[in-house]
């Protein structure tokens, strides 16, 4: 199972120029980063990233040592061999238990407390490197699962990085790098470290093998809305992401995201006051919701709506200066054109 995983959401490791910590804070968290291998039964080896999350035990992805025959954690060229596991396999979260590890344990923010466009960066082992690899981007979006809420940053990781962590600029962990989503433009999530505080509470068993499958890999209908509607925007498949989009509004009407897809799907549809209606209900719901404001400010410029477009610069400017730019120029093309 966990090669099939890893086959649908192949990762892909861009870096960028946010959130950037200090090469002394940086080498200071990679003590708490740690390799995970694993002995596979065709007789080939996996391998993943872990995380020290409290004195003698390290979180990681379940897939990166599901069903295999065996795992360790490498660090400093010593390895270590767990002595049990605490395995969340729905939520593809687990725990493995040490005794006297030797590495500081990280401290943990909630979920609940992040805001959109949060500058965050991202630590693991991406295959083919033995020091743990950084990776900058924000939070853009926060997604209600299970009583706590899945993350995604374009804080970008690579395979093999499954199981690493996601920290805020106080070095905070919030999040477990967990999967993308398919497609050239991925998506990528986390798990959130509410997880984490309620797998210390559960059993431990010695047992690697499962029949299980995490909620993210299970067929495409049974995912959450949020997963559905990637592959339709990203292909412009309007009528798909419509669809998906309203009846997420309806099961979430809360939900920012779910109105922001709608939006942009009668955006794609040339539906343009609807557009502008539901856009509008996605920043009323969340007002750091940076891709709506884009995306309002992309209808206002068709329109050649000047004073709508001229109010979306300031609270643009708040959370990205070079989108906050791109409408100061469009603002330009629309006075050059009267």
Known sequence: MKRLLFAIFSLLYVPSLLARPSFAETLA??????????????GQNGRGSGVVVSKNYVATNCHVVANSLGANV??????????????????????????????KPVEMRDSKTLQYEEPVFSLGFPVGQNVPQSSYGNIKATYPFDDSLIIRSNAAFAMGSSGGALFDEQFNLIGITTFK??????????????????LMQAPETQSLAT???PFWAVPLEERPA??????????????????????????EPQSPDAWYYLGVAEEGKGQLAEAKTHLSKS?????????????????AFVQKDSQSLAALEAPVRVLDEDDA????????????SK
């Open 29 to 42: 968290l990679s003590h708490s980063i740690v390799m995970i291998t694993t002995q596979l039964p065709n």
């Open 226 to 251: 949020f997963m559905q509607v990637v592959i339709p925007y990203q292909n412009e498949e309007w009528n798909a992401l419509k669809t998906i989009a309203q009846k997420w509004t309806i099961d």
């Open 325 to 336: 730019n791109i409408i100061v120029e469009q603002l330009k093309q629309l006075d050059q």
């Open 283 to 299: 920043v009323s719901l969340n007002a750091r919701e940076l891709d709506a404001m884009n995306a309002l400010a992309r209808v």
């Open 74 to 103: 490498a660090k400093f060229r010593d390895a270590y061999q767990p002595k049990a596991i605490k395995a969340d396999w729905k939520h593809d979260l687990c725990l493995l238990k040490f005794d006297d590890l030797p590495f």
């Open 211 to 213: 029949n299980e499958i």
């Open 181 to 198: 989503s398919p497609g050239s433009k991925g998506y990528f999530y986390h798990i959130p470290v509410e997880w984490i505080k309620a």
